[in-house]
């Protein structure tokens, strides 16, 4: 991570644990806001929606970053918001630009090798993780906000002058719906995994993945009525934030993260529904099989041998993989 600055230690997946030894994730930093006007929201600084002038940069094996890729490609913003893909295995450095097959290549915003050099130019002291996605505004070269979150909201609803859809997904009248979901999904499902994954105590580990399997219970339950999406006919941001961990779960969580109760093959109704968004246009190039597994089971603190597994088979998710 960043201390002050400079590069401290090389890279390890768990920098910070609890007593009882569960994985805790940072919290993020850069929350500057853009909107249609640049009028206030609820940050400090506003930056105005404008064509061509923000990029967002990403990895795909990250969900969090997929989860912005998506909002993008919902909203059809792919030639609103340019796009850089890191190269998906994590170096003593962190993410790096480069040539795999996939990623986008060097850094054309400053040149940069490595992901951390953006966090620095934008603030010369920071300290933390050099995370991404990163929204980056390209007229200031400064980073606008670093958390997902953040950034799907800002994609659903700032840019839709620039868009060709009226998808919305945080329709006003499921807003509570979709919040209360997504504290939940959050803490047992998208984290759920990686506290799993991360755990440094037997007690940790079980702890979320009792967790996440009753999530994943819950939600398979609540699909079982034949609605379309997890909160009726509408796909929303509930439904992205779900996708992204469902879509890792059997090439990479069911094994590295030892969350081998069930793959999601196994659901009866997440596993369409899964496909479903899947098949929507645009999504399959947000998702790259190759990069998750090149990325997950290069974490050597889990996979010490760095061998990548050759499944499962996912033939009937029809995608092909040069798209990425
Ligand atoms: N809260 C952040 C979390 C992002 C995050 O943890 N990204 C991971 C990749 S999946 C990362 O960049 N990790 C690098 C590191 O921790 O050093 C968000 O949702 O945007």
New binding site residues.
């Given amino acids: ?1 960043l201390v002050n600055g400079k590069w401290d230690a090389d ?1 390890h ?1 768990i ?1 910070k644990k609890d007593t009882a030894g569960r994985f805790v ?4 930093s850069f929350r500057d806001w853009i909107t249609p006007d640049a009028s206030e929201n609820n940050s400090e600084v506003s930056y105005p929606a404008e064509a061509g002038r923000y990029h967002l940069f990403v ?1 795909l ?5 997929s ?2 890729l998506l909002v993008r490609a919902i909203k059809g913003l792919e030639d609103v918001i340019s796009i850089s893909i890191v190269e998906p295995q ?1 170096t003593k450095q ?2 790096k630009f480069g040539n795999f097959a996939g990623a986008t290549g060097h850094d054309k915003q400053i040149g940069a090798e490595y ?1 951390h050099q953006l966090y620095t130019h934008s603030e010369a002291h920071y300290t933390g ?5 990163i929204l980056w505004d390209k007229k200031t070269k400064t980073i606008v906000n ?6 799907i909201q800002i994609l659903n609803s700032s840019f839709n002058e620039f868009s060709n859809t009226n998808i919305d997904l945080r329709p006003n009248e499921l807003l509570p719906q979709i919040s209360s979901l997504n504290n939940e999904l959050y803490e047992q499902l998208n984290n759920g995994v990686y506290k799993a994954g991360f755990a440094s105590s037997q007690l940790a580990y079980e702890e979320a993945f009792e967790q996440v399997f009753r999530m994943l219970d819950k939600l398979d339950g609540q699909l079982a009525d034949g609605r379309k999406y997890l909160l009726g006919e509408q796909l929303t941001e509930s439904d992205i934030r779900t996708f992204v961990t469902l879509i890792r779960f059997d090439i990479a969580y069911f094994g590295l993260f030892k969350c081998n109760l069930k793959r999601i093959v196994d659901y009866k109704y997440l596993q369409p529904y899964m496909l479903r968004i899947l098949a929507l246009p645009n999504i399959k190039n947000t998702v790259s099989v190759e990069h998750i597994k090149a990325g997950y089971y290069s974490v050597k603190a889990l996979n010490p041998s760095g061998i990548i597994p050759v499944g499962p088979d996912i033939s009937q998710w029809r995608i092909n993989d040069e798209n990425a």
């Fill in positions: 991570m890279w997946p920098q994730r940072q919290t993020s990895a094996i990250c969900p969090w970053a989860r912005t994590i962190g993410w992901v993780r050099a995370t991404v996605p670093n958390e997902s979150a953040d950034i």
